[in-house]
């Protein structure tokens, strides 16, 4: 599945250049931060393949085991049914039944927003051939002891009934209260305290308390170390204990010590070999256990527990308090920390690996900045917890003997196989539980590719070049894929022969771009609930798809979110019609150009270049990736030559640097202001630019493809009348002819704008109408600046709108009461002469004038306090302080000058 170039215009360079897709749930329905995403990624496998890259998109979708469960059991609890009702095998049947008509809306939905994938090497984690690259990955991890069973606390779902990985667990800020309890200490004498307190927020679990933990360097506590309490309402004596974890500052300095139902006091239970009282069952229900308090829901037995000891005189206090909060993604629930009986992988060995070649910078990151989260959360990793209470996703490969024993293997017969050498020749069960859904979607960028199998695929797409994904997943899945793919592709053939063995072969990726989070006008993350995300297709239907992509990407500076409201999209759709527009102009002139230059000189005219189009045009069609072969003749086409490979270089600069922000705006800037807004008025002008206005277009069109696909295809066949079955997508991406940026020329040009920009601010401020012919003087300083000028006289006649136009030396005096004036830096000034004004209009013009004499001043005394600092001066290298004390001559100038001129009109 090569890629192949039909036209036969560029030879295909096989440097591959690859991007496997953030595989969406098959539960999921484009949102805006999707749009995004996926904009990044086709916009970037594009350029690459007009690159010549032999480029692969490989798009898939994720079957989101507790996400996919939970939507298909609320269906069916509609219904008045459970999956229990069907049984295993009958549910499974029934989610894959709404798997074939409802998973692939999404990528319908990818498609439709333009997304270039090869759709033919669609990929689902359920697949035949996936799923038994997971569970090759179970075995050999569990060959290696770096899978085991065993207790640990997890994020318990009681409403799934599941474990929930740490990324389906949304923390909240809740207001609570923080409890203050008195436990009597056994065997007190004299004056020695009669209670420690202790202060809790989940009175509940205290059931299952089995220590206090203080402080050793406590000097309140430290001498009761090893002394008991009684715990209240059940009677059973725990120790106190001595231990660095405890927060001398926090609440009383005394920690109740709940091993079955918080994580750090589990750690704590293990350094002191303590009891683990599980006083919960998965329904968050208090067990028998609980003693009395068995069959209470946990927030009722909470609220039974605080009036006993109230009644006993054990509660010392109780306050309100706000602290961060558990609740699963999915339900809503608030979860339970809780003792289970799970599988887990050991992360540590991973881990080292993984964050090494990203701090050898073998893997980038893009913003850099995010490579300090990942090196905090690689140095303080914890095991993973990878099995889940559900029936939807990869069934665990472990078999259990009657007497507890556990055989992993590929499949049941070869779990026998490992029973019977075992000695065990009973019955096997295989567990009931999946895999977590992370756990298959770490393998992605190889089991994509046929993964256990060394597959031609596999070895030549394989690292893949660029992942796209949010901040927000950096744990959960960029490092985890990092260390799975440092796992287990050490070792495997190249297409070369060689053997996968510098780690610049092993990892996963070489670029990791994570892009930005989409936030509503007041900066609110979008969701659902808040009802405050735009449907990316009301968009698409009302702007256009491409108005829509070259929108998010022009809003989405690299490591900023982004605040996005539906009038956004006004960007791209004015842009959109400003190059539409833009393009039916040039059109129009070229076929006057063309139907009119056999019998018409036009102005500034070139003939030998006239006679020799046919010879450019044809040689052109010959030489890939630049603007034009023609040489520019004057000086608007030497500038827009120059700006265009200046463009191009910045373009290329910036997708190679992954500031595709930046792209958008360098092309925005070059299409709307220099090409539309000033090149094709000079077009107007001088008609001999025609030619050259139209190569411009047609390789603005293929600069701005991979951002707006559709809106260029269209433009660049009517402009080019290239066949309907070749697309500008088998074009070369333009390269800049770094020889043809002419600084010089965009310089002098540069004046002429601001000359003609001055006449503009004076026509407006004085409100004479656009058709209005103007009696224009132009003084200036220098011959080198007369000269120029005066080169560009068609040009700022016919963009000013004069009736006459004389440019001259400085020095004449032109009265304020008959002209006004701007000012053009230190280099001369505009007069424009003025009708017989009014009171009003005068006392305008005298406004407008101290307007800019404030301006100026304030900048005057900016420079002047600047070369003022002798910090500033002893530090700044020579070049900077040249260019402070032109400013101040300069502004020295205009003051005087704009000074004179309110002196005279007042």
Request: with cysteine; glycine share 6%.
């Amino acid at each position: 599945m090569k890629p192949q170039d039909p036209t036969g215009r560029r030879a295909i360079d096989k440097k591959p250049f690859v991007i496997v897709i953030p595989p969406p749930n098959i539960t999921g329905i484009l949102h805006v931060g999707h749009a995004l995403n996926n904009t990044i990624q086709d916009t970037y496998i594009r350029y690459h393949r007009m690159l010549g890259h032999e480029s692969l998109w490989l798009p898939g979708t994720d079957h989101a085991g507790i996400a996919t469960q939970t939507k298909i059991e609320k269906v069916m609890r509609e219904e008045g049914l459970s999956r229990h009702d069907l049984g295993r095998e009958k549910f499974l049947e029934r989610v894959w039944e709404w798997k074939s008509i409802y998973g692939d809306i999404i990528i319908d939905q990818l498609r439709a927003l333009g997304c270039s994938a090869d759709w033919r090497r669609l990929r689902f984690t359920m697949d035949a051939k996936y799923s038994a690259s997971v569970i090759e990955c179970f075995v050999r991890l569990h060959e290696q002891g770096l899978i085991y069973r065993g207790k640990r606390i997890i994020n318990w779902s009681p409403l799934a009934q599941s474990a929930l990985s740490d990324e389906e667990v949304i923390h909240k800020v809740t207001e609570g209260k923080l409890y203050y309890f008195k436990y009597p200490i056994i065997g007190t004498k004299g004056k020695e305290p009669e209670y420690l307190t202790i202060a809790t927020t989940r009175p509940e679990t205290m059931l299952g308390d089995v220590a206090v933990a203080v402080n050793p360097n406590d000097p309140r506590y430290k001498h009761l170390i090893g002394k008991h309490l009684m715990l209240p309402l059940m009677d059973r004596e725990i120790p106190i204990i001595g231990d660095d974890y405890v927060d001398q500052t926090f609440g009383t300095g005394c920690v109740k010590i709940t091993p079955a139902h918080d994580p750090n006091d589990f750690e704590i239970g293990l350094r002191h070999n303590l009891p683990q009282i599980n006083v919960m069952d998965t329904h968050a229900v208090i067990n028998d256990l609980g003693g009395r308090f068995e069959g209470l829901d946990r927030f009722d037995a909470r609220k039974k527990i605080v009036e006993e000891l109230q009644l006993l005189g054990l509660v010392d206090k109780i306050e309100s308090y706000t602290n961060s909060v558990g609740y699963s993604e999915r339900g809503g629930e608030m979860i339970e920390p809780y003792l289970s009986d799970q599988w887990f992988v050991n992360m540590k060995p991973l881990a080292g690996p993984a964050l090494k070649v990203v701090e050898d910078g073998l893997i980038q990151f893009h913003p850099e900045r995010w490579v300090n989260t990942y090196r905090h959360w690689m140095t303080n990793i914890r095991d993973w917890c990878i099995s889940r209470q559900l029936w939807w996703g990869h069934r665990i490969p472990a078999w259990y003997a009657e007497d507890g024993r556990i055989y992993v293997g590929r499949n049941e017969q070869e779990a026998r196989a490992k029973a019977l050498a075992d000695g065990y020749e009973g019955k096997l069960l295989q567990d009931e539980d999946v895999l977590d859904t992370w756990f298959s979607s770490w393998l992605w960028p190889f089991a994509t590719f046929g993964w256990p199998q060394n597959t031609l695929d596999l070895q030549e797409f394989y690292p893949t070049s660029l992942l796209s994904t949010g901040p927000d997943i950096i744990f959960f899945w960029v490092a985890r894929m990092i260390m799975a793919g440092m796992e287990f592709m050490k070792g495997l053939p190249m297409k070369d022969g060689t053997l996968r063995e510098k780690p610049e072969d092993i990892i996963p990726f070489r670029d990791v771009y994570f892009h930005n989070i989409i936030r509503d006008q007041q900066g609110r993350k979008m969701s659902k609930s808040l009802g405050n995300s735009p449907d990316p297709f009301d968009l698409i239907d009302k702007y256009g798809t491409d108005a829509l992509r070259f929108t998010l990407l022009y809003l989405a500076p690299l490591g900023q979110d982004v605040r996005f409201g539906e009038e956004s999209c006004e960007i791209g759709r004015n842009f959109a019609n400003k190059l539409w527009n833009a393009t039916r102009f040039v059109i129009m002139k070229r076929d006057e150009y063309e139907s009119a230059a056999p019998n018409v000189q036009f102005e500034s005219e070139d003939t030998e270049l006239l006679n020799s189009e046919a010879e450019v045009s044809a040689e052109r069609k010959q030489t890939a990736g630049v603007f034009t072969l023609r040489p520019a003749t004057t000086l608007a086409d030497k500038w827009m030559l120059s700006r265009a490979n200046r463009a191009a270089r910045d373009v290329r600069k910036a997708f190679d640097a992954y500031e595709i922000n930046e792209v958008t705006k360098v092309l925005y800037d070059f299409i709307w202001k220099d090409y539309c807004d000033w090149y094709l008025e000079i077009v107007k002008i001088q008609p001999a630019s025609t030619p050259l206005a139209v190569e411009i277009l047609e390789g603005i069109m293929r600069m701005l493809h991979p951002i707006m696909p559709f809106l260029t295809e269209e433009l660049w066949h009517a402009l080019t009348g290239e066949a309907k079955n070749v697309l500008i997508g088998q074009d070369d991406y333009i390269t800049p002819d770094t020889y043809k940026i002419d600084d010089a020329a965009e310089a002098e040009f540069a004046f002429v704008q601001r000359s003609v920009e001055a006449v503009r601010l004076l026509r407006s401020t004085l409100n004479y109408a656009p058709s209005k012919a103007i009696d224009l003087v132009i003084q200036l300083k220098i011959a080198e600046d007369l000269a120029l000028l005066e080169s560009a006289r068609t040009i700022i006649e016919r963009l000013a709108r004069t009736a006459s136009f004389s440019i001259e030396r400085d020095g004449k005096e032109y009265s304020s009461k008959e002209y006004s004036s701007e000012l053009l830096g230190g280099r001369g000034q505009v007069f424009v002469k003025l009708e017989a004004r009014s009171e009003d209009e005068r006392l305008k013009e005298r406004t407008r004038l101290e307007k800019e004499l404030e301006r100026i001043a304030s900048q005057l005394n900016a420079v002047t306090e600047k070369l003022g600092n002798e910090s500033f001066v002893s530090k700044a290298p020579p070049a900077v302080i040249t260019k402070e004390r032109e400013k101040l001559t300069s502004y020295a100038v205009q003051l005087e000058k704009l000074t004179a001129s309110l002196e005279e009109l007042r």
